[in-house]
């Protein structure tokens, strides 16, 4: 059978997925990497003086059948993922590392770069961000250090693809690995009708039918811990999924290996650190200003999680408990406070949000706000559960396809996000993107979901419209490829849509009755949307504490994991009955990749820009088609061919305030 990554892509983009092998990755990766090799080689070989278009242009046009076949792989080793796939995934990500780091360190091809930026050519803005990006990328790489040096930073680079890969796939391994088997009436007291619903198909899915069964993926363990009056079997659960990481693996020395090879390869590169270094190309720019935000962030959030924590207390001696109140006790006792506070009871609002409508509720934000409109259409998918849809614009013109693939499974990495199998770009032609959004919501029919199920599938919607609206010449700038304090601007302003009441009335739909959901039942939503935040801020600040800590470190990585998150967390005066969001041994995001390492700030950098931003929606109304139109111009299409802050001055007519953000947390 011919290898599908050398025939031509269908029209529509969206790869041949029930054509591909696994044995064609390497052939296509091994084509792939000679075919760009000669591509640079020509590059460099060119004697006539170095330009934008026989030297910059000519790179963006290098490596598209390493793309194509890059982004099939490495989506579905996220998403759907095999024992052939992963051995694949080990052996390859080291070799893509190196690849690039060959391109990105090779002096010849930097001095080009280098001649054409001191010449400073004549170029259009998006050309001129473009040049800027490359350069960076060469001066990030090492090209212009030592020989010696730039081989070391190269070999820092390649181990490191491993590292990270193994790190992931031992997380994987203990999420899969670990359940929890119930089936007695106590072990089930207190869990409500849809949360044993999803434990039962679970447990199905696991060949252990007329059982319950729980796992430590967040859409299991959150509802389990929120309802389940067994406090032995909450603590089983809870102190499962903070040793992640290390049950039947152990990330700790891969962490120590990751941490001193970054700090090693930082040094070598002129900085401090790997915060340093990392910063050095993002908003913030230093881990100063990080801190500084966060500094002022944490110190209302520490009073307002003493508060919420006397609570908790209060409410266990009320329920005739002798114990002192644990992190395993914080969701339980925290619903407790919610229904009879609000008389919020979740269970009861999960009808309203079955998965099919809240999908469409997005779809029909994102038509009143832009215009788009989402087709289903019939193609080749990865796997049964993906749906696509093709999606034009307002003059029926086509924009793109989205995939949607929402349910957990074992094959798949746990938490959300948003990836794409082609990338829009109008280099030498219009290509249309194809986006795709991962969640892990439980399977179960029908699939209802909680509130901060419904606020991740408009946040990853968010982002899959700053991939799919992107409207960029080159495909290195265009929808998400943005600063890495920028990127999360798109998804977080959407999720304020979601709890608009009159967003709400028009998905929000009772599966059983067809009853739109009652203003009482919103008012109480909105009532409650700061209650229980001192928590929320606190586990996700202190993780981004713990991320700067990590990547702080100047020398030979600490040789107790638990040691330095203790003292970690000791140094920012952490209340104990609250742990970070991630623990170091399956804090994905930041070792389990570059992106997110030195980054997890990114999610409160960026909700200072979404807060702010929405206020422009709530001053004119917020489907008002100007101030859209705007963030769509200035924000959606525009990628990274803008310095980011430029971007929303553009949108805003000022540079944010802190003080939306604070008030939308409750913490003012």
């Not at 249309?432 to 979901?449: A, R």
């Not at 009159?502 to 109480?524: F, N, Q, R, W």
Request: charged share 25%; aromatic share 10%; with cysteine.
């Amino acid at each position: 059978m011919a290898n599908p990554f050398f025939e031509p892509l269908p029209e529509n983009g969206v790869p041949e997925f029930d054509q591909i092998l696994s044995h064609h990755y390497e052939e296509a990766f091994e084509r792939g990497f000679e075919e760009q090799n000669q591509e640079i080689l020509s590059i460099t070989g060119n004697s006539e003086v170095p330009t934008f278009l026989n030297t910059i242009e000519a790179m963006e046009r290098s490596g598209v059948l390493l793309e194509r076949v890059g982004n099939v792989f490495w989506n579905l080793t996220s998403s759907d993922t095999s024992d052939e796939l992963q051995a694949l995934e080990l052996k390859l990500s080291p070799r893509v590392a190196a690849h690039n780091s060959q391109i990105y360190s090779d002096p010849a091809l930097f001095k080009r770069v280098q001649a054409i930026t001191e010449s400073d050519p004549a170029l259009d803005p998006e050309a001129s961000q473009l040049l800027k990006e490359i350069h960076q990328s060469f001066v990030r790489a090492g090209a212009h250090l030592s020989e010696s040096a730039r081989e070391r930073v190269n070999e820092i680079t390649e181990s490191l693809a491993g590292l990270t890969t193994q790190f992931g796939q031992n997380v994987l391994q203990d999420v899969n690995e670990f359940e929890l088997v119930v089936g007695g009436a106590e072990d089930i007291s207190g869990l409500p009708d849809s949360v044993l619903n999803a434990a039962k198909s679970e447990a199905e899915s696991r060949g252990k039918s007329g059982q319950y069964v729980f796992t430590i993926s967040r859409s299991s363990i959150t509802p389990f811990l929120q309802y389940a009056d067994s406090r032995s079997l909450r603590e089983k659960l809870y102190k499962a999924y903070t040793d992640c990481g290390t049950m039947t693996t152990n990330n700790h020395p891969v962490i120590q290996d990751i941490i001193e090879r970054r700090a090693e390869r930082a040094r070598i590169l002129g900085f401090d650190s790997h915060a340093d270094f990392m910063l050095d190309d993002r908003m913030a720019k230093t881990p100063e200003a990080v801190k500084g935000l966060l500094d002022r962030v944490w110190a209302p959030c520490q009073e307002k999680v003493a508060k919420e924590a006397q609570d908790l207390q209060s409410r266990i001696q009320d329920d005739g408990g002798n114990f002192e109140l644990q992190p395993w006790d914080w969701w339980y006792y925290t619903e407790k406070i919610r229904q009879e506070r609000f008389d919020l009871d979740e269970e009861a609002v999960k009808p309203y949000f079955k998965l099919e409508n809240v999908r469409d509720g997005a779809f029909e934000v994102a038509g009143k706000l832009y215009g788009i409109k989402f087709e289903k259409i019939d193609v080749s998918v990865y796997h049964p559960d993906v749906v696509a849809y093709e999606v034009a614009d307002a003059d029926d013109s086509k924009i793109g396809i989205f995939l949607f693939d929402f349910f957990m499974r074992p094959s798949k990495q746990g938490g959300a996000w948003m990836s794409e199998f082609r990338s829009q770009s109008n280099l030498d032609e219009h290509v249309h993107p194809v986006i795709v959004n991962c969640c892990n919501f439980p399977k179960s029919d029908p699939c209802l979901l909680g509130m901060d199920e419904v606020r991740t599938l408009f946040h990853e919607f968010g982002h899959g419209l700053h991939g799919l609206l992107s409207k960029v010449r080159y495909p290195r700038l265009s929808g998400t490829n943005v600063k890495q304090d920028f990127v999360e601007l798109p998804s977080q302003i959407m999720e304020h849509w979601a709890l608009e009441p009159e967003v709400l009335k028009s998905y929000a739909i009772h599966h059983e009755t067809g009853e739109p959901i009652p203003d009482e039942l919103i008012k109480k939503l909105k009532s409650a949307q700061t209650f229980n935040q001192g928590f929320a801020t606190t586990e996700y600040l202190a993780a981004c504490y713990l991320d700067l800590a990590w990547h702080q470190q100047e020398g030979k990585a600490p040789q107790d994991v638990d040691g330095f998150e203790r003292k970690a967390m000791d140094d920012i005066h952490k209340i104990k009955m609250v742990d970070p969001r991630y623990r170091s041994a399956y804090f994905r995001h930041v070792f389990e990749g570059e992106h997110y390492s030195a980054g997890y700030y990114v999610y409160i950098w960026a909700e200072v820009l979404d807060a702010d931003g929405f206020e422009a929606f709530r001053e004119k109304g917020i489907f008002d088609q100007e101030t859209a139109r705007s963030f769509r111009s200035n924000i959606l299409e525009k990628g990274g061919t803008v310095p980011p802050m430029e971007l929303y001055r553009k949108f805003r007519g000022r540079e944010p305030d802190v003080e939306p953000l604070l008030k939308n947390r409750g913490l003012l």
